[in-house]
């Protein structure tokens, strides 16, 4: 298992405890889409981030994150925070853990 994308989230006292930021966020972290994240990608009926929504088209369940992450090319920064807002929608989940929030 490969070291954690560098991905750090400033501290938020109501925000994810390090060791689950950690799992969402490591390299090898898998997302698959939610029912309500595969409806969105047909229907585009959510504000998202221009950002949001390509990371959305990309997950497919199967690509792990750094992957997702080279292939946006964007500040792993903005990244994670875009991630996060996903899986809160509920629209993606880290394979083999349904519909938990991290924040």
């Given at each position: 298992m490969s070291a954690p994308v560098d991905l750090a989230l400033e501290a938020d006292p109501n925000g994810p405890d390090t060791q689950?930021?950690?799992?969402?966020?490591g390299d090898d972290?898998?997302?698959?889409r939610t029912t309500a994240g595969q409806r969105e990608v047909v229907?585009?009926?959510r504000a998202?981030?221009?950002i949001a929504r390509s990371l959305?088209?990309?997950?497919?369940?199967?690509?792990?994150?750094r992957h997702l992450l080279d292939l946006l090319d964007q500040q792993?920064?903005?990244m994670a925070e875009q991630l996060l807002r996903?899986?809160?929608e509920g629209l993606v989940e880290l394979r083999g853990h349904?519909?938990?929030r991290v924040r």
């Open positions: 689950q930021v950690d799992e969402y966020l972290a898998v997302y698959t229907f585009n009926q998202l981030a221009p959305l088209l990309l997950v497919n369940g199967e690509t792990p994150l792993d920064q903005r996903l899986v809160d349904p519909r938990q």
